[in-house]
């Protein structure tokens, strides 16, 4: 999928910006109307360098909020462009997600193709390991990581004190992670420099 293709299937309104990159609200003097999905090619954020750091020159991000996949919610997703093309998808969603996430890829895929383990270790000494699931196909890769928080006694929740009171979980920590990458689409990896001393 191309950049511009992406952008006019996920078009969904507009957001305005001041000239610092800020939002702001439309009809404001100054204001730059920017399309949604807003990439880090968008001319409103050319203001905001943080929005570029550990990208390459002809790569270009497209982050998209609170997606669903799978009946779970995926905090943070972030489409990732080389030379116009997607090479790779990011997201992160909450551990306890993880077996609904497998299940709803392994539907899609088939089988997994590879399984490892993470070991993990908590403050008391307790260890386990999280699974890490995946499926390969050429030079394309779909790797779905369980996280830390499903371990013995660990919180799957970042409570904020209206949560705390009610004993609602309203937002899980996004510890697992499911990433798609295309290795051929993907930018030149550059070799580390030795140091110089």
């Known amino acids: 999928m191309t950049l511009e293709e992406f952008k006019r299937q996920n078009f969904s309104g ?16 100054n204001a730059i109307q920017t399309a949604r999905p807003v990439c880090t090619d968008s001319p409103a ?3 905001q360098p943080y929005m570029r750091e550990n990208l390459g ?17 995926f905090a943070k997703v972030r489409y990732r462009f080389y030379k116009g093309r997607l090479f790779q998808i990011e997201s992160q969603f909450g551990s306890s997600g993880y077996s609904q996430v497998k299940e709803a890829f392994i ?14 270790q908590n403050g008391f000494g307790a260890r386990w390991q ?26 799957s ?21 499911a990433i798609l990458r295309d290795n051929n689409l993907a930018p030149p990896t550059t070799p580390s420099t030795k140091p110089d001393f």
């Open 14 to 29: 507009y957001v305005y910006y001041d000239k610092k990159g800020n939002l702001t609200k439309e009809g404001k003097k």
């Open 45 to 47: 954020l050319l203001s």
């Open 57 to 73: 020159p002809d790569e270009i991000v497209c982050p998209e909020e609170n997606p669903q996949f799978a009946g779970q919610l």
């Open 107 to 120: 539907a899609k895929y088939g089988p997994v193709t590879e399984t490892g383990f993470k070991d993990y």
């Open 130 to 155: 999280g699974e890490i699931s995946i499926w390969r196909h050429g030079s394309q890769a779909i790797v779905v990581m369980e996280g830390p928080d499903n371990g013995p006694g660990q919180e």
């Open 157 to 177: 929740c970042d409570y904020r004190d209206p949560e705390i009171a009610s004993g609602r979980c309203l937002l899980p920590k996004l510890d697992a992670s």
